[in-house]
């Protein structure tokens, strides 16, 4: 799996877009993006995931760079129930019977401020 | 519909001991995943069960281990607890072509 760079922490106002960066050049052609967060002491919860093109779901949307090496989710107006740690991994998609393994890393702490 | 269940929720043992932890998948999920968590090392992955088989492993020592029964659900024991085992143990589940996985609340274990 490439490894990815996230900032430790970031901090946004309630109400506005939450934009949060990921750094993966050495990701491989085959590699998705996917992006979880985990809100304290809970398990973590899957977002968005996408190849090459911009995705959005009723969560988020995720843009990734034409050349794939790095990538931004988007809270489009964040409330203060999104502060969490947001994960972003790469990975290749799992076969049937393997490849489920997801490997985190720090993540980024994401603080919504009243 | 339910989602990933976790019993027990917490544990509290003693260095020496041994421990088993459960987790039941979604309905129809047949891939189950475990991982721990600490301050120290993060989210870490444990191994993977698919058809009663473990499909894929951790790096961790092999006081750590688990097995998966025919309907899917898993569980895991840990033999010869260590204070270092101390740490929020996660179940995940996920279906054949779906790239999403679904993870439980958790079972926090202390050891003392």
């Known amino acids: 799996d490439a490894k990815t760079t996230q900032p430790p922490s970031m901090d946004c106002a309630e109400g506005r877009a939450a934009n949060l960066p990921c750094n993966h050049s050495t990701i491989s052609g085959n590699e998705y993006v996917y992006w979880y967060r985990q809100i304290h002491s809970q398990g973590p919860q899957y977002i968005i995931h996408g190849l090459k093109n911009n995705e959005t779901n009723e969560m988020a949307s995720l843009i990734i760079t034409e050349d794939r090496k790095s990538s931004t989710l988007i809270l489009p107006h964040a409330t203060l129930r999104d502060t969490a740690v947001y994960y972003c991994?790469?990975?290749?998609?799992?076969?049937?019977?393997?490849?489920?393994?997801?490997?985190f890393g720090e993540g980024t702490q994401l603080t919504v401020n009243p | 519909k339910a989602g990933v269940t976790q019993t027990p929720r917490y544990l509290i043992k003693t260095r020496g001991q041994q421990v088993t932890l459960s987790c039941s998948p979604i309905?129809?999920?047949?891939?189950v995943s475990w991982y721990q968590q600490t301050p120290g090392q993060g989210l870490q992955f444990l191994f993977e069960y698919f058809s009663e088989t473990q499909r894929n492993k951790g790096n961790f020592p092999g006081r750590f281990s688990g097995r998966q029964f025919s309907n899917s659900r898993s569980e895991m024991n840990v033999s010869t607890l260590e204070l270092g085992d101390s740490a929020l143990y996660l179940c995940?589940?996920?279906?054949?072509?779906?790239?999403?996985?679904?993870f439980g609340p958790g079972t926090r274990l202390t050891v003392l």
């Open positions: 991994i790469v990975r290749a998609p799992g076969k049937e019977t393997s490849g489920s393994r997801l490997t």
């Open positions: 995940a589940s996920s279906r054949r072509g779906v790239h999403e996985q679904f």
């Open positions: 309905s129809g999920h047949r891939s």
